[in-house]
């Protein structure tokens, strides 16, 4: 019997969930389906410049279930990039973090709306 899949903790859902190609020609066909846990990874290594040990804390999962989660969403961005196809943000194992358990994302004193839901006054997360 095969072991259950362990939930990974992220830290929401992204409010922009599809990229891809400005064509002035027809939509693209092409989708690659990125998955949650897959996109936190991207956000929690390559933007927040965590390391594998720091993200996978934060997940929930083993460090080397947090490599094998990178290594998949970096070959699907580079799809993106090479291959001009959209990308879909859906799916996956995953649990969405209670808003105490949430770490933000600031860029040029912006908070990543991550715990900041519209309907709720701007969460007390700590800037880097």
């Known amino acids: 019997?095969?072991?259950?899949?362990?939930w990974r903790n992220v830290c929401c859902v992204p409010d922009l969930?599809?990229?891809?190609?400005?064509?002035?020609?027809?939509?693209?066909?092409?989708?690659v389906i990125?998955?949650?846990?897959?996109?936190?990874?991207?956000?929690l290594m390559d933007y927040e410049g965590m390391t594998q040990e720091e993200c996978?804390?934060?997940m929930g999962v083993a460090r080397t279930t947090?490599?094998?989660?990178?290594?998949?969403a970096r070959k699907k961005?580079?799809?993106?990039?090479v291959f001009?196809?959209?990308?879909?943000?859906e799916g996956g194992e995953v649990k969405i973090s209670e808003e105490n358990e949430r770490r933000c994302s600031f860029r040029?004193?912006?908070?990543?709306?991550c715990c900041q839901r519209k309907d709720q006054p701007p969460c007390d997360c700590p800037k880097k």
């Open 56 to 58: 996978a804390k934060i």
């Open 17 to 31: 969930k599809e990229f891809g190609p400005i064509q002035e020609e027809g939509a693209v066909e092409d989708v």
């Open 108 to 113: 040029m004193g912006k908070r990543r709306a």
């Open 1 to 6: 019997m095969p072991r259950p899949m362990k």
């Open 66 to 72: 947090v490599q094998s989660i990178y290594s998949s």
């Open 84 to 89: 001009g196809v959209r990308l879909r943000i």
């Open 77 to 81: 961005l580079s799809e993106l990039l």
């Open 34 to 43: 990125m998955t949650l846990d897959e996109y936190e990874t991207i956000r």
